[in-house]
Nanobody, 124 residues
Framework: VHLVESGGGLVQFGGSLRLSCAAS????????IGWFRQAPGREREGVSS????????YYADSVKGRFTISSDRVENTVYLQMNDLKPEDTAIYYC??????????????????WGKGTQVTVSS
């Protein structure tokens, strides 16, 4: 299983970024992908997740209305569109996958495979 995140960077307060998570190495008809983030000195937080089979989604309260998760089943890629970014969104963002899962939420222990992360920095 291989996950590659991309799309992170430096953006100003109120700006936007789109993260991508390209997944490979497992059956692609049913799996769940989650986006997590970890800021220095803080615990890893579940940000959003999506079920590939039926498009069920989860959003943390802190990102509802600002972040949108979506998937491209042909490319096996999941996106996290992040709008109206705030300095508190600054963190390393990771994607994680659990093959054959129907739906998973924000519990990182339920995901077996992780990417290496991409840094998102929001300046004030």
């Amino acid at each position: 299983v291989h996950l590659v995140e991309s799309g992170g960077g430096l953006v100003q307060f109120g700006g936007s970024l789109r993260l991508s998570c390209a997944a490979s190495g497992f059956p692609s008809d049913s799996y769940a992908i989650g986006w997590f983030r970890q800021a220095p000195g803080r615990e890893r937080e579940g940000v959003s997740s999506i079920s590939i089979k039926d498009d069920d989604t989860y959003y943390a309260d802190s990102v509802k209305g600002r972040f949108t998760i979506s998937s491209d089943r042909v490319e096996n890629t999941v996106y996290l569109q992040m709008n109206d970014l705030k300095p508190e969104d600054t963190a390393i963002y990771y994607c994680a996958v659990e093959p054959e899962a129907i739906y998973l939420g924000p519990d990182s222990r339920e995901y077996s495979y992780w990417g290496k992360g991409t840094q998102v920095t929001v300046s004030s």
